[in-house]
């Protein structure tokens, strides 16, 4: 079975469970915490993968590294450690969030720009483009990407709105070439 697959099973477990107890937030803020915490530290990621290393071993870890985190997201660590699935936790992670935003009615956007953009500019984009998506509200992440000359690029789920200068330059580059054909 595919990883995505499994991914989705557990997340959607998960979130049934915590939707069930009003705590998607919570939970949705300690498994992206427990998310960085993995990706940050490769040795807590070779220990928990590792084969010779018992389940047992692996659970008080885990209890002892994130004490304040709620007992369903701790149990679903358990699972996953037991079930040899340590491996999936950042893909469960996004997979529940999904869940999360799609209740919620709100969407992730990633606004690329020249420089930092202020609070008021990325309240508008959030705006504009939540009528685009069709959802109440955008959560934007804005990543400076100075490769686009200016104006800006947003990215929501799998679509792309470009409005960069090298966008463009890049549009009128490709259509000169399919008139000198």
Known sequence: MSVTIVSKRYASAL????LASSAVDETEKELNEIKKVLKADQELNDFLVHPKITADKKKHLIAEAFKGVS???????????????????????SEFVKLANRTKQIDDAIVYSVKPLSGAEIQSLSEVFA???????LRVENVIDKD???G?????G??????SVSGKLSRIERQLAGENR
Request: aromatic content about 8%.
């Open 131 to 137: 009528k685009k998506a069709g959802v109440t509200s």
């Open 71 to 93: 007992t369903h997201v701790l149990h679903t660590m358990y699972l996953l450690i037991d079930r040899g699935r340590t491996n999936i936790f950042s893909e469960m992670t």
């Open 152 to 156: 800006v690029k947003i990215r929501i």
């Open 158 to 163: 799998n679509r792309i709105y470009d409005g």
């Open 15 to 18: 979130f049934d469970i915590v």
């Open 148 to 150: 686009l000359i200016g």
